[in-house]
């Protein structure tokens, strides 16, 4: 069974920064896309950012110039840095993972979830 852990979230102020590390076990599609995507209350969830196995990245318009995701393959880790944070970014952040279907931030194109970490961004 496929498992993913996130870790890396907490509080800070508006203008700071936070990682988040997503640790993914026995998932071995050849052709897949992993991202992350948040969900704050009341609101559906929204893709974040995604990477595919050739390395293409998707990001929302939202956090474009200021968050990045990247992947260690040799540790099968999924980063995601989040730079000049906002209030708006407060959420829970879930690690996803799933068979290629083509660059994208679709939440149903995701087959496999973690149990999220929240992110908190004070004014």
């Known amino acids: 069974q496929v498992q993913l852990v996130e870790s890396g979230g907490g509080s800070v102020q508006a203008g700071g920064s936070l990682r988040l590390s997503c640790a993914a076990s026995r998932f071995t599609y050849s052709s897949y896309c992993m991202g992350w995507f948040r969900q704050a209350p009341g609101k559906e969830r929204e893709g974040v950012a995604t990477?595919?196995?050739?390395?293409?990245?998707s990001y929302a318009d939202s956090v474009k110039g200021r968050f990045t995701i990247s992947q260690d393959n040799a540790k099968n880790t999924l980063i995601l840095q989040m730079n000049s944070l906002k209030p708006e970014d407060t959420a829970m952040y879930y690690c996803?993972?799933?068979?290629?279907?083509?660059?994208?931030?679709?939440?149903?194109?995701?087959?496999?979830w973690g149990r999220g970490t929240q992110v908190t961004v004070s004014s």
């Open positions: 996803a993972a799933g068979r290629w279907v083509g660059s994208t931030l679709n939440p149903a194109d995701f087959g496999y």
């Open positions: 990477i595919d196995s050739d390395g293409v990245k």
